[in-house]
């Protein structure tokens, strides 16, 4: 694989199963220059697993940026070629790179993103929160008071709000959010990809409890996926269903749905999808 001279690339590396390794990844860290890395022996080991053989690494963390960036910035400039990892995931999400990426875009280099896996993304794919809008926040203050006022400037947020924490640290983001978001869907994704993955599902006053009763919840890291507050749409459309449901009970579907229409003012087509839903799985049919 031939780079181009003078790129910094921004390499995603596995969550956790190793098989999620990209071909192109992989060839990138084999041939670059320099690997900046967030912890160089986490790195090493992910280089001898694939049999990399170790290009210069360089630790860049987030209490040695100041010092690295302008390093790693005269060896782009130089025309050789960097490569950016993290210990796991995306770079930039919640881990370091944020200043190596713009001191390099403000100099006129080329910034190229290598994309993987992505541990925000993922739990979003399988949590069964909805995914057209949403609102990565990072990980949260570490105190009580911190975290309620930081979740009271999120609360009118109407995508999912995803959280990175640490399971130490769940319990007590948990009962901040049962304060401050009370009655939401609230996921936990933990271990994901690998083999004892876990997502648990419900109100943070429910997860509260379950978490308490599994120590191995309370172990690494996870991601915590919160649901969004329901517009005033969410809100008819629930009522819409309601009254559906109550109406197919005693009349033929047709007649059911023109009358959810004058009672909501949902529209006709909305509504014979759902009736149409509703009446097979009355009827066992469907999927």
Known sequence: MTLDFGTLYVVATPIGNLMDMTERARQVLANVNWIA??????TLHLLNHFGIGAPRLVAYHDHNELSVVPRLLTALES????????????????????RIVVAARERGLAVVPVPGACAAICALSAAGLPTDRFLFLGFPPRTSPQRQTWLTAVAQESGTLIVYERAARVLETLADVDAILSE????LAREMTKRFETFLIGTAAELITRVAADADQQRGELVMLIAGRATADDALATEAERVLKILLAQLPLRQAIDATVQITGIKKNVLYKLGLELSA???GEGI
């Open 37 to 42: 890395a967030e912890d160089t022996r986490e």
């Open 79 to 98: 025309g050789q070629t960097v490569a950016l990892v993290s210990d796991a995931g995306t770079p930039l999400l919640s881990d370091p790179g944020y």
């Open 184 to 187: 939401r869907r609230v996921v």
């Open 281 to 283: 799985s009355k009827t």
